[in-house]
């Protein structure tokens, strides 16, 4: 039986996203140190978001989490192997310089599904460009390539939501697993 996801969680930012190997996040967030100033991103917090959703009420996530049963993507190697600087809101970031075709593919499935409306526009606007945020509100940053890169096998797809009373911290509200069938491919967290 499919689990509801009981959560207070109505109309805070929502999104779908890949979530790290634990000693990867503390790998990804010590990167923060080659950025002057900003916030860095707490190592529990790192994540590379594939969709982002808006802010959504609880029936909303349920609807999202209805719809992701269908979805069907094996699991897929991901090099994070490029640093680099968005200017207009100061957020330093690791990257891939070339995203593996099965993360644009789950990219343009989850655009694609019946999501709210309002939801997947929100996340529409923008190409989709995959990068892990290192720091927020960074004045400058060391950027180019990253060797080693750093990389894993992405197994997982996380629901997740900014908690409440916290910028850059997250909760993960429901996971599934890559390649799996059926509805014993989700837990909720």
């Not at 080659?34 to 917090?45: L, N």
């Not at 049963?69 to 192997?81: G, I, Q």
């Not at 004045?139 to 997982?156: E, K």
């Not at 916290?166 to 909720?188: D, K, Q, T």
């Amino acid at each position: 039986m499919w689990a509801r996801i009981l959560m207070p969680d109505g109309g805070r930012s929502t999104f779908l996203a890949l979530w790290p190997p634990r000693g990867l996040r503390a790998g990804l967030s010590a990167l923060a140190d080659r950025a002057c100033g900003g916030r860095p991103v707490g190592p529990a917090d790192v994540h590379l978001t594939v969709l982002y959703l808006g802010p959504l009420a609880d029936d909303e996530q349920n609807r999202v989490v209805v719809a992701l049963r269908e979805v069907r993507v094996p699991a897929f190697r991901l090099s994070l192997d490029r640093l680099g600087i968005f200017r207009s809101g100061r957020v330093f970031w690791v990257g891939p310089a070339i995203a593996p075709a099965s993360l644009v593919l789950l990219n343009a499935l989850l655009a694609s599904l019946d999501l709210p409306r309002r939801a997947a526009q929100a996340g529409a606007r923008r190409p989709f460009r995959p990068h892990v945020t290192l720091v927020r509100g960074a004045r400058q940053a060391q950027t180019g390539v990253l060797d080693p890169p750093l990389s894993w096998t992405v197994r997982d797809l996380v629901l997740a939501v900014r908690a409440p009373g916290g910028r850059g911290v997250y909760r993960r509200l429901a996971r599934w697993r890559l390649g799996a069938g059926g509805e014993e491919r989700a837990s909720i967290e």
